[in-house]
C-alpha cells in the first residue's frame, strides 16, 4: 500500500506540510498567534513553563526535536528578548537536517507590532518555498504511528483498543512502525510485557522506567488518580483491568525497544516494529511527545470527545454506543454486540491510515486543535525523587 | 439478548454488554462468538460490569483476559456481581471511602434497574 508524502531532506516523509511557529517563551506566545493567524497551514508551539533553559532541557529537547518531525515543513523561531533562551539554540539543529529555518527576536526588531509583521513576512517566505515540496508515492513502510488512550471505560478494553492493536500489527506487518506509552499505566502488565520484549535487557529497560514513574507520582502526601471513581462504576475493578484492557492497543508483535524523552536526548525508532516509549499519559503532551519522536499520526481510543492535535493528525476510535458521535472516525461498536469483528475493524483503522496520511483530513483536523502543550518531567523534583530513594 | 463476553477460557468473570436484573439469565460468549451455558444472575449487574462464571473463595484469583486482574476478598457465589466489594488489586488498591461511593453509585443504578422492571 502506497501514498502520497513529502520527502524530506533527512529522508524521513511528511504526511502534512505545516509551517511550525516556535515561541521559546511565553512572552511572546501572542505575537506567534497573531503572526499564525496570517498564514496558512502554520502551527504554534509555545514554551510556557519558562524562558529559563537550566532544568528545563526536555522542553528544550522536545522544542527542537517537534521542529524536525516530517510533517513540518519549515519552523520560525521567535523570543522576547530578555531571557535565557535563545533562538538560534532552537534554530541551528533544525535547519542542519535542511529545513528552511528563520529567527526573530522582539526586542532587538522595534517590539512586538512590528515583530508581528517582520514574523509574518518571513513565515510567508518560509511557506512559499516549502509549498514547492511535491507530494511524491511512498510505502505505508514510512508510516510511524503513536496509540493512545483516554476516557476509558469497559468498551475500551473491549472493542476499540484491541481494534487498534489489530491495525497496529497489520501496519508493522507491512514494515511500518508503532509507538505506545502511558507507562504508568502499565501497572500490573509487566509479566505480559516481559514476554513481549525482545530480549531481558530491554525489558529491565521497560520494567525501571515503570517504576521511575511509579515513584513521580506516587509522592506520599499528594493523591494519585489511577483509577477515577468513573472508571469504577463503568465496571472496572482494578488497575490491572484497566492496564490489561489497554495494553489490547499495543498489538502483539514483539517490543523491539523502549524510547526515551529526556534532558539528554530523545530517541528515535530505527527499524519496522513496535515500540514502548515515555509519552505521557496526559493526552496533549503525549501529541508532543510522539511528534518529538517522529510519527505522522496517532491512533486514539476512548469512548468520545478529547484529543487533538494540529501538527500529527490523530484517528479517533470509539466501541460506546452511548457516547459515539461525529467527532469519530473509526466506529467500533459493532464488536460490542458481535455484529462486528476485531479484524475487520482493525482493516477499516488501516484503510483510514492511508487515507489521512494521503492528505485526507480526520473528523476534526483543524477543527478546535487542541494547544501543543509541552510537559516534561521536572529535574529538580527528579533530583528529589532521587534522593529520596537513596535514603 | 442478555449478552455478556468472555475474553478467555481462564476467565472466572464474564462482561455485561447490557444491563441484566436480578435473577436473569445471562448469555455468556467467547470473543469467537461461540455461546456457552446460560448463567443466572443473583443480583443486577449493571453495563459493563462482571458476573461470576462459578464460585470463587475468598483469597483466589480473578482472571480476565486470561490473566490475573485481582484477589477476591471475600466469597462470591455464582451469578454474583465481581466489583470492588469482594475484589482487590495486587499492585495499587482503590482507597475504601472511594469503593463505598463506587458501591454506592452501582446501588443506585441497580435499584433503578429494579424499579425499571416493575
Known amino acids: 500500500m502506497n501514498f502520497k508524502g513529502y520527502r524530506r531532506e533527512d529522508g524521513s516523509i511528511g504526511i502534512r506540510n505545516k509551517t511550525l511557529i516556535i515561541a521559546v517563551d511565553e512572552c511572546c506566545d501572542g505575537i506567534a498567534r497573531n503572526i499564525s493567524e496570517k498564514v496558512k497551514d502554520s502551527v504554534v508551539l509555545t514554551n510556557s513553563y519558562t524562558c529559563m533553559l537550566g532544568g528545563n532541557e526536555e522542553t528544550f529537547n522536545q522544542m527542537i526535536a517537534v521542529g524536525k518531525n516530517p510533517n513540518v515543513g519549515g519552523v520560525l523561531v521567535i523570543a522576547m528578548g530578555c531571557g535565557s533562551i535563545l533562538p538560534e539554540q532552537i534554530a541551528e539543529p533544525i535547519a542542519k537536517i535542511g529545513k528552511p529555518v528563520d529567527i526573530l527576536t522582539c526586542q532587538k526588531n522595534g517590539g512586538t507590532r512590528r515583530t508581528i509583521e517582520t514574523g509574518i513576512q518571513k513565515l510567508k517566505t518560509i511557506s512559499e518555498e516549502i509549498n514547492k515540496t511535491p507530494r511524491e508515492d511512498v510505502s505505508i513502510a514510512e508510516l510511524i504511528v503513536g496509540v493512545k488512550c483516554g476516557g476509558s471505560d469497559t468498551s475500551s478494553g473491549m472493542a476499540s483498543n484491541p481494534s487498534a492493536g489489530n491495525a497496529i500489527d497489520k501496519l508493522i506487518d507491512a514494515g511500518g512502525i508503532g509507538i505506545g506509552g502511558e507507562l504508568f499505566e502499565l501497572q500490573g502488565c509487566q509479566e505480559n510485557l516481559r514476554k513481549r520484549a525482545v530480549s531481558e535487557e530491554v525489558f529491565n529497560k521497560i520494567d525501571s522506567l515503570i517504576e521511575a514513574e511509579k515513584s513521580r507520582w506516587s509522592v506520599e502526601g499528594t493523591n494519585v488518580e489511577t483509577m477515577s471513581i468513573g472508571n469504577s462504576v463503568g465496571g472496572l475493578t482494578t488497575i490491572e483491568e484497566k492496564s490489561l484492557g489497554a495494553l489490547y492497543k499495543m498489538g502483539t508483535k514483539p517490543i523491539k525497544d523502549i524510547l526515551e524523552i529526556n534532558k539528554d536526548f530523545i530517541d528515535k525508532p530505527k527499524e519496522s516494529g513496535f515500540y514502548l516509549s515515555e509519552t505521557t ?90 494547544t501543543l502543550t509541552l510537559y516534561q518531567k521536572d529535574q529538580r523534583l527528579e533530583q528529589l525523587l532521587g534522593s529520596c530513594k537513596n535514603k | 439478548m442478555n ?23 445471562a448469555h455468556i460468549y467467547l470473543s469467537n462468538g461461540e455461546r456457552l451455558t446460560n448463567v443466572q444472575s443473583n443480583e443486577m449487574i449493571p453495563h459493563g460490569n462482571k458476573i461470576a462464571l462459578n464460585d470463587i473463595n475468598n483469597g483466589d484469583k480473578i482472571y480476565k483476559y486470561g490473566e490475573v486482574i485481582g484477589i477476591c476478598t471475600e466469597d462470591i457465589k455464582k451469578g454474583d456481581l465481581v466489583h470492588v466489594h469482594n475484589v482487590k488489586s495486587l499492585t495499587v488498591d482503590i482507597p475504601k471511602e472511594f469503593k463505598k461511593e463506587i458501591m454506592r453509585q452501582i446501588k443506585i443504578m441497580q435499584e433503578e434497574g429494579e424499579a425499571n422492571e416493575l
Open chain 1, 281 to 370: 499519559m496526559l493526552c496533549g503532551g503525549a501529541g508532543v511527545n510522539f511528534a518529538s519522536l517522529g510519527a505522522q499520526m496517532v491512533l486514539w481510543t476512548s469512548g468520545a470527545a478529547g484529543f487533538n492535535n494540529p501538527i500529527i493528525p490523530v484517528i479517533r476510535i470509539s466501541g460506546n454506543e452511548d457516547l459515539f458521535n461525529d467527532d469519530m472516525d473509526i466506529d467500533a461498536r459493532g464488536i460490542m454486540d458481535g455484529s462486528d469483528t476485531v479484524d475487520n475493524v482493525g482493516n477499516n483503522i488501516i484503510k483510514k491510515i492511508v487515507e489521512i496520511a494521503n492528505g485526507e483530513k480526520t473528523q476534526l483536523e483543524d477543527i478546535g486543535s487542541a
Open chain 2, 3 to 25: 449478552r455478556f463476553s468472555k475474553k478467555d477460557e481462564k476467565d472466572n468473570v464474564a462482561t455485561a454488554l447490557v444491563d441484566l436484573g436480578k435473577n436473569k439469565a
